[in-house]
Structures are given as C-alpha cells and as structure tokens.
C-alpha cells in the first residue's frame, strides 16, 4: 500500500516549471548509505527508516535492498527535526506540512517566472 503523501509530493515536483528543477550534473554525485546520512545528521537509523515510511524523507534501494538518499537527506531530516520539535508537530502533520511548503515553494517560482512580484515576502 502507497502513501497518498509520496504521490501528492511526487506528482507537485512534476509539475515544477522546467527552469526551477533542470540541473546538470558535471560530475555524478553518488547516493548516501543509510549510515552516512544517520552519522551526519545525528539520527537513529531506524527513526530514519520510519521517516522514510512515512514518505517523510525520500530514499531508494540499492541492488542489495539497503536505503540510500540523495546528499540533500541530512537537510531534509533537520527540517523534519525542526518541525518537530520546533512546534510540535506529529509525523502526520509534518507530512502536510512539509507538502504545504513544497507547494509555495512552486507557486513561487512560477511567480517569479512569470515576472510578478507579490506585495509580500516570500515564506520561505
């Protein structure tokens, strides 16, 4: 059974404007081990592993069936971390929080693409 959240957040990045999410690669960056992403954002591995159930935090299998993130992992574990403890949120809430966020982040940069500024700072 999926998560309703992975797809929502999934299906968002979709439709990202192009301009916003094209990168090129100079240099391949290689995934992260389960491991490195605990040691260097300071959480257990299994509350990592939780957080990836949970479509909290997004991570892939590698051909031996072990998780491995994206560099970005240790970032995105102290956002969840933040909201957390930060107000007090439990993992459900950050989930609709976290794609909240993700969803102003792009009307934002479609504001910016289009060339309109809004009157107000930007959340993020």
Avoid at 57 to 84: K, N
Avoid at 90 to 96: M, R, T
Wanted: hydrophobic fraction near 45%; glycine fraction near 8%.
């Amino acid at each position: 059974m999926s998560d309703p959240r992975a797809g929502a957040r999934q299906a968002s990045r979709l439709t990202a404007p192009a301009s916003a999410s094209v990168r090129y690669a100079i240099v391949p960056v290689p995934k992260l081990s389960l491991q490195t992403v605990a040691r260097r954002s300071g959480v257990h591995p299994d509350l990592i592993r939780r957080f990836v159930a949970l479509g909290l935090v997004e991570a892939e299998r590698d051909a031996s069936g072990g998780l491995v993130f994206e560099p970005t992992a240790p970032a995105a574990l102290a956002r969840v971390q933040r909201l957390r403890t930060g107000l007090c949120l439990n993992y459900a809430s950050i989930g609709l929080v976290l794609d909240l966020l993700d969803r102003i982040s792009l009307l934002e940069a479609a504001l910016r693409g289009r060339g309109t500024r809004s009157e107000t700072p930007p959340w993020t």
